[in-house]
């Protein structure tokens, strides 16, 4: 998307844990519940660990350790019901997942980031801040930055997912 206001970098938004261009790429128009396995499970990986990471946990086994996480933005992904991020697990050093688990529990389960303007709101907040998300990736997104002016009916994907 051209155009788009690039925000200054701001502490705030410093521990992003991937720039969206690098987010992997997911299949156009098959929805989250639907990616094949192994797609699925790098999508939610990149939440908390660098690409490379994800990659060696799915195709090697290597098991992620608590230097390998990144704690940041993308903790709001996991704390989404869709998510089912608890099915990670077997991807992570037992302690590691345990202070995760407190980390995303602790986290609060209101603060969704909006993945084109990267504003941080509660979903639902406020009456008239609307959100859409996205049924591919299931980031979100308000709907005031998408090209609609109001939520569309059905399943909708994110610019990065229809690329
Ligand atoms: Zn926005
Ligand atoms: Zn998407």
Redesign the pocket.
């Known amino acids: 998307m051209p155009g788009l206001p690039r925000l200054a970098c701001t502490s705030t938004f410093l521990h992003w844990p991937l720039p969206r261009k690098k987010m992997p790429s997911?299949h156009p128009w098959i929805t989250f519940e639907r990616l094949p396995v192994a797609r699925r499970d790098l999508l939610r990986l990149t939440w908390l660990v660098s690409n490379e990471v994800a990659t060696d946990a799915i195709e090697h086994a290597h098991v992620i350790q608590a230097a390998d996480v990144i704690y940041g933005y993308g903790m709001a992904m996991c704390t989404d019901e869709r998510s089912k991020f608890e099915e990670m697990e077997v991807y992570f050093e037992k302690d590691t997942w345990k202070t995760l688990l407190s980390q995303i529990n602790s986290y609060d389960q209101n603060a969704t980031v909006c993945?084109v303007c990267r504003q941080v709101s509660g979903v639902g907040t406020t009456a008239k801040v609307k959100w859409i998300q996205?049924?591919?990736?299931?980031?979100w997104v308000h709907v005031s930055c998408t090209e609609f002016t109001c939520k569309p009916r059905g399943n909708w994907?994110?610019?990065?997912?229809?690329d």
Request: proline fraction near 0%; include cysteine.
């Open positions: 997911v993945s996205c049924d591919g990736c299931l980031v994907f994110c610019s990065s997912c229809e």
